[in-house]
Structures are given as C-alpha cells and as structure tokens.
C-alpha cells in the first residue's frame, strides 16, 4: 500500500510517520489487505489551541475509499483515534468488501450516469438576516458556486450504496438503484439510523 503522511503547520517525525505507517498496513492486512493507498494529515486545530487534527483517507477499492478524522491534543492520540474508527468501519464491512473484491466486478461505463457536482456558498449573516425578513428570495438570486467538478452516479445495491456511504463518511449518496434502474438516494438520519428514498414511478 501506497502512504503519505503529511503535516500542515506541523512537522512529521520519523517516529510519528513510522507509528502511521506500523498501524495502518495492520489495519488492512488484518480487515482487508487489498488496499491501494492511504494519506494522512495532521494539522493544528485553530489558533493556540494546543489541539491537533488528523484525517485519514484510505482507499480500499474502486470508488471506495474510508474517510476518519480525529481531533485530540496528541497528534498520536489523535491519529490512533482516527485509525481506529477507520478500523471499525472495515470491521463492519469486512465480508462485504472481500466478496466485493473477489468477484472483481466492475460498473460498466454505460452503467453510470455522468454528473456534475456543486459546492454552493452559504450565504453570509446580513443576506441571511435579510432574507429572513421577505416572504420569498428575489428573482435571478441563486446560490453561488464556489466549486464543481464531473462525478459519475454509479448503479449500485442498496447495501453497496449504505457501505460506500458509511466507509466515505458522507452523510448522503445518490446512486442508480440495481435491482429497479430509478434514481435512489441513502442518507444519515439525526436519530443514527439510514434513510432510504426511493422515487415510485407513476
């Protein structure tokens, strides 16, 4: 496997780097040992804080990649948090990801739909104050874009989509439904449980 270790704000050490690299070529040899490659990052959380933040992201097959982030006031404490929920999450999927892995099944490019993907500003306080204060938003005052990038909507199970959501760390993931070809979407409910929607045709 593949590792980049790297700091913002904040120099790596060869022990630090050594303990990353010790823990997380455990983690995939004991869960699922076919893991390409994995970058973490620590940097330091706000001004003075004393407090470090780590981000894992491992990728563990196609369009699959387990995303864990940790903030602690050890930058070991912190990564080995991170790592263990990276752990936890490859615990849970463990069967799911090496039957996924041995029957090598690829999504045919005619099975994804191209898409392009958003990130909209929030807008600031006084627009929002102002807007609390009319009835309706005025004409022509859309969002504004601040990123976009091609994506692709893949065509998976619904368990599929759950794992890819959960291992991404995403709180929500549009997906082509497998088994009835409609547009689905899973999603983290605030109550801890996943939310399904399924469109009905009419």
Known sequence: ????????????????????????????????????DATVTFSREGHGSGLFRVNISMRVGKNMTVVTEATENDPYVAFDSASEKAAKRLRRYKRQLRDHHSRKQKTPEEEQIKAQYYTLALQGEEAAEQDNEEDTLPEGNDPVVVAEISTHIETLSVSDAVMRMELSNKSALLFRNAKNNR???????????????????D
């Not at 913002?8 to 869960?31: F, N, P």
């Not at 547009?183 to 045709?201: A, F, I, K, T």
């Open 1 to 36: 496997m593949e590792m980049t270790v790297q700091g913002k704000q904040i120099d790596i050490g060869d022990a630090l780097r050594t303990h990353v690299e010790d823990k997380l070529t455990d983690i995939d040899e004991k869960y699922f040992n076919h893991a390409t």
């Open 183 to 201: 547009l689905n979407m899973v999603y983290m409910r605030s109550d801890g449980n996943v939310g399904w929607v399924d469109p009905q045709e």
